[in-house]
């Protein structure tokens, strides 16, 4: 699998989607990688799904759970800093490091 561009941490935007999640933007709390399918993230607070949850030890109530659900990493973008406009990253050194920056503005992400 090729290398990820957005990690744990950035703020993104939703590119596309249904009505109510699409131009939101939120942190990524969760970068999902499976062998041989596509990478997801879980965005804090977007594509809320209801889960219907037996009783358990933990949950010994039960009942409907509201939890985040993943997006593909395709349909969202970074934000970025400067303008809070949707861009790439990129990579550039800084000295002997190795940083991320946006494509748009320049800006280490």
Same mark, same amino acid.
């Given at each position: 699998?090729?290398?990820?561009?957005?990690? *744990?941490?950035?703020?993104?935007?939703?590119?596309?989607? +249904?009505? +109510?999640? %699409?131009?939101?933007?939120?942190?990524?709390?969760?970068?999902?990688?499976?062998?041989?399918?596509?990478? *997801?993230?879980?965005?804090?607070?977007?594509?809320?799904?209801? *889960? !219907?949850?037996?009783?358990?030890?933990?949950?010994?109530?039960?009942?409907?759970?509201? %939890?985040?659900?993943?997006? !593909?990493?395709?349909?969202?973008?970074?934000?970025?800093?400067?303008?809070?406009?949707?861009?790439?990253?990129?990579?550039?050194?800084?000295?002997?490091?190795?940083? *991320?920056?946006?494509?748009?503005?320049?800006?280490?992400?």
């Amino acid at each position: 699998m090729s290398k990820l561009k957005i990690k *744990r941490g950035d703020n993104v935007i939703i590119t596309t989607g +249904n009505k +109510n999640i %699409k131009g939101k933007t939120g942190e990524v709390i969760e970068v999902i990688k499976k062998e041989g399918k596509d990478a *997801r993230v879980v965005v804090a607070g977007l594509n809320i799904v209801k *889960r !219907h949850t037996k009783p358990s030890a933990s949950n010994p109530q039960g009942g409907i759970v509201e %939890k985040e659900a993943s997006i !593909h990493i395709s349909n969202v973008a970074l934000i970025d800093p400067k303008s809070g406009k949707p861009t790439k990253a990129g990579y550039k050194m800084d000295g002997d490091k190795k940083v *991320r920056i946006a494509k748009k503005s320049g800006e280490t992400l």
